[in-house]
């Protein structure tokens, strides 16, 4: 005899959830708080271009983070990694005062804090998609918009603090903070029970298309991260998505400059066409969660984004290559790409291979975009900005067609027409 699983708590609070996980990603966008240091630090007689190291280490820590925490998830559970992850953060703040050199603050806060950081962050996106397996790209989409927020309002608030306490008093009182308040999210944190359901909502019936491979249910299983590796879809995306990743990492390492040099505006106009360039970043998640749910699925919806790049970048490009009004609506567009890739990856993965093993998967995927770092950030200062705006728009182009053909394959391999 099946016995029924109340889940009207859950149903209740699991927008609550999607707030607190918000609250929780305040640790994620403290460290990118960092250039608020780069001045008390100078005046401590450290070299800044040792400092801003730390940077280019944490874009490191993501696949191991990740993979721990995963693998901690998937064997303890979600609780347990926010507590291990917010201890770890808040201690590592702490070490950090103590040390004497820049090269002490680059091993403790861009690497260990990122490391417990991206333990974390995959919990965070996991309970979101588990919570609303209804609504799973509109709740990632607010969740990564929440994230968007926070980050912009974490660096003045951290610049605000340096100026009234001292910079190593400020990163302890700053780790205490986040850290503590993920250790406590770490024991009420609500988990969605298994096989959850929200009420009168019912798992949509799939077209099926080959019995002997379709799955019960849904049609999802909880696939094993090594098991993930040999399916060609998975390839498929993490190939496609090293084409945005060229894009964006060619634009955020070298934006103040291609913007000057294309357009004949100052750094400072620059600088807030990038805080345009992130504004739409975070806030896009939402409507395109929306659409992916509501109409083209999540890598139809990715793909699209990347072709409406594609597209900008031949109108700004064909036009000259120095149209203001013009680069903006590639900003934009961009920046909508971006907000797709963050919103609609946690979701392909969790329908596509479950739940359980989500942030080992999660994070062998996340490192498409430091692949992609290397490819990106050096095209854009070795060519022109024109050229590599050309050599981006292919690379999305050929991105977009692979994600989009993977839809398919996704499908034949699940036996189901689920995306």
Same mark, same amino acid.
């Given at each position: 005899?099946?016995?029924?699983?109340?889940?009207?708590?859950?149903?209740?609070?699991?927008?609550?959830?999607?707030?607190?996980?918000?609250?929780?990603?305040?640790?994620?966008?403290?460290?990118?708080?960092?250039?608020?240091?780069?001045?008390?630090?100078?005046?401590?007689?450290?070299?800044?271009?040792?400092?801003?190291?730390?940077?280019?280490?944490?874009?490191?820590?993501?696949?191991?983070?990740?993979?721990?925490?995963?693998?901690?998830?998937?064997?303890?559970?979600?609780?347990?990694?926010?507590?291990?992850?917010?201890?770890?953060?808040?201690?590592?703040?702490?070490?950090?005062?103590?040390?004497?050199?820049?090269?002490?603050?680059?091993?403790?806060?861009?690497?260990?804090?990122?490391?417990?950081?991206?333990?974390?962050?995959?919990?965070?996106?996991?309970?979101?998609?588990?919570?609303?397996?209804?609504?799973?790209?509109?709740?990632?989409?607010?969740?990564?918009?929440?994230? %968007?927020?926070?980050?912009?309002?974490?660096?003045?608030?951290?610049?605000?603090?340096?100026?009234?306490?001292?910079?190593?008093?400020?990163?302890?009182?700053?780790?205490?903070?986040?850290?503590?308040?993920?250790?406590?999210?770490?024991?009420?944190?609500?988990?969605?029970?298994?096989?959850?359901?929200?009420?009168?909502?019912?798992?949509?019936?799939?077209?099926?298309?080959?019995?002997?491979?379709?799955?019960?249910?849904?049609?999802?299983?909880?696939?094993?991260?090594?098991?993930?590796?040999?399916?060609?879809?998975?390839?498929?995306?993490?190939?496609?998505?090293?084409? $945005?990743?060229?894009?964006?990492?060619?634009?955020?390492?070298?934006?103040?400059?291609?913007?000057?040099?294309?357009?004949?505006?100052?750094? %400072?106009?620059?600088?807030?066409?990038? &805080?345009?360039?992130?504004?739409?970043?975070?806030?896009?998640?939402?409507?395109?969660? $929306?659409?992916?749910?509501?109409?083209?699925?999540?890598?139809?919806?990715?793909?699209?984004?990347?072709?409406?790049?594609?597209?900008?970048?031949?109108?700004?490009?064909?036009?000259?290559?120095?149209?203001?009004?013009?680069?903006?609506?590639?900003?934009?567009?961009?920046?909508?790409?971006?907000?797709?890739?963050?919103?609609?990856?946690?979701?392909?993965?969790?329908?596509?291979?479950?739940?359980?093993?989500?942030?080992?998967?999660?994070?062998?995927?996340?490192?498409?975009?430091?692949?992609? &770092?290397?490819?990106?950030?050096?095209?854009?200062?070795?060519?022109?900005?024109?050229?590599? $705006?050309?050599?981006?728009?292919?690379?999305?182009?050929?991105?977009?067609? $692979?994600?989009?053909?993977?839809?398919?394959?996704?499908?034949?391999?699940?036996?189901?027409?689920?995306?």
């Amino acid at each position: 005899m099946n016995s029924v699983v109340d889940t009207s708590r859950v149903d209740k609070l699991r927008w609550v959830m999607v707030m607190a996980m918000i609250l929780v990603g305040m640790t994620s966008a403290y460290l990118n708080a960092i250039s608020a240091y780069i001045g008390p630090f100078m005046e401590k007689g450290w070299d800044p271009t040792i400092v801003v190291v730390a940077f280019s280490v944490m874009t490191f820590m993501s696949l191991p983070g990740s993979i721990v925490g995963g693998a901690v998830k998937a064997k303890f559970g979600n609780k347990l990694v926010l507590k291990l992850g917010g201890l770890g953060f808040a201690l590592t703040c702490v070490a950090t005062t103590f040390v004497t050199g820049p090269w002490g603050y680059v091993v403790l806060m861009g690497g260990v804090a990122p490391f417990f950081v991206y333990c974390v962050y995959v919990v965070q996106m996991a309970n979101v998609g588990e919570l609303f397996p209804d609504k799973r790209g509109m709740a990632t989409g607010i969740f990564v918009a929440g994230i %968007a927020v926070a980050s912009a309002l974490v660096l003045p608030l951290t610049e605000w603090m340096t100026r009234n306490m001292d910079a190593m008093m400020t990163i302890a009182v700053s780790g205490i903070v986040y850290g503590g308040f993920t250790l406590l999210m770490g024991f009420i944190m609500i988990d969605a029970p298994a096989n959850y359901k929200p009420k009168g909502w019912e798992p949509k019936e799939y077209e099926i298309l080959d019995e002997s491979v379709a799955a019960e249910g849904t049609g999802v299983v909880d696939l094993k991260w090594n098991k993930v590796l040999m399916k060609p879809s998975f390839w498929m995306i993490f190939i496609g998505s090293v084409g $945005l990743g060229i894009m964006s990492s060619g634009l955020y390492s070298n934006f103040i400059g291609m913007a000057s040099n294309l357009l004949s505006i100052s750094d %400072a106009k620059a600088a807030w066409l990038y &805080s345009l360039f992130t504004l739409v970043t975070g806030a896009s998640g939402i409507v395109i969660g $929306l659409v992916s749910d509501k109409l083209t699925g999540p890598t139809k919806a990715l793909a699209l984004a990347f072709v409406l790049t594609t597209a900008a970048i031949a109108l700004f490009c064909g036009a000259g290559g120095n149209s203001l009004p013009l680069y903006i609506v590639f900003l934009v567009v961009a920046g909508i790409a971006m907000g797709s890739i963050q919103t609609l990856t946690p979701p392909i993965i969790m329908n596509a291979w479950g739940n359980k093993y989500f942030g080992i998967t999660y994070g062998i995927m996340l490192t498409s975009m430091t692949v992609a &770092s290397f490819i990106g950030a050096q095209f854009s200062v070795r060519y022109s900005p024109v050229t590599f $705006l050309w050599i981006a728009a292919a690379c999305l182009l050929a991105g977009g067609v $692979l994600i989009f053909l993977a839809t398919f394959v996704l499908n034949k391999e699940l036996g189901k027409k689920i995306f």
